[in-house]
């Protein structure tokens, strides 16, 4: 059974507009999230994180909110930009499990020029 | 600095063969891991070690199996082959001293087919 779920495969956006990533997670435990961004043919790479004591960190054109009441976190580019176009992952880690990650499915942002 | 480096980078492989997906870092990081990526399923931990001379079971162990006998390598060993283990593996790893060291650094994967 699959603790964190993107419940979106896939999501298209014209490039400059806004692309919003969403995840949600049932582990309560979880108290620390990060967006993977990967490429075809190359390993994830880091994105950005955000700790369970915060609602929102941002970096650059990349946003992270986090609602731990409804246990659902999302992700905010803006503007997007043809580089975007990727398959993006959230995880999950927590203190209690050696901080190992649970993945979701995966989101693939496709940016239309 | 190569960071992580998996070998093969791709291999097909015949069902009841013995495999071994190589991982090497080079960051000195103390723990690593091995994935498996499907699509829809996402990437499920397969072993990991939290350190030179230890492992442990991931989320879908069954039909692999790991060694850390050094820092810098962890291989994953497919005993005997079977065609649900196709699919594409990652290494990762992680440095796990001090504070704030949540992120895991992944290779280029190895796409591994069986016939």
């Known amino acids: 059974d699959q603790q964190v779920k993107q419940n979106s495969p896939s999501l298209s956006v014209q490039e400059g507009r806004i692309s919003i990533l969403n995840c949600d997670y049932t582990n309560s435990m979880f108290d620390y999230f990060l967006w993977y961004k990967k490429y075809p043919a190359e390993g994830p790479t880091f994105l950005i994180s955000i700790s369970s004591i915060k609602d929102k960190n941002e970096d650059g054109r990349f946003t992270v909110f986090l609602n731990k009441s409804a246990k659902h976190l999302s992700l905010h580019i803006v503007p997007s930009q043809p580089g975007d176009s990727a398959v993006y992952f959230c995880a999950a880690s927590a203190l209690n499990n050696d901080y190992k990650l649970s993945f979701g499915a995966g989101t693939t942002v496709t940016v239309r020029a | 600095i190569a960071g992580i480096t998996q070998a093969p980078t791709s291999q097909i492989l015949a069902a009841g063969r013995r495999m071994t997906l190589r991982c090497t870092q080079d960051?000195?990081?103390?723990?690593m891991y091995w994935y498996r990526q499907d699509l829809g399923l996402g990437l499920r931990l397969i072993h990991y070690?939290?350190?030179?001379?230890?492992?442990g079971k991931g989320e879908v162990p069954d039909g692999y199996s790991v060694s850390r006998a050094n820092t810098d390598d962890f291989p994953l060993t497919l005993a005997s082959a079977v065609p649900s283990q196709t699919s594409v593996y990652f290494c990762?790893?992680?440095?796990?001293?001090?504070?704030?060291?949540?992120?895991?650094?992944f290779g280029p994967g190895t796409r591994l087919t069986v016939t």
């Open positions: 990762a790893s992680r440095e796990t001293g001090g504070t704030g060291n949540y992120e895991q650094y």
């Open positions: 070690s939290n350190t030179a001379g230890t492992t």
């Open positions: 960051m000195r990081h103390n723990a």
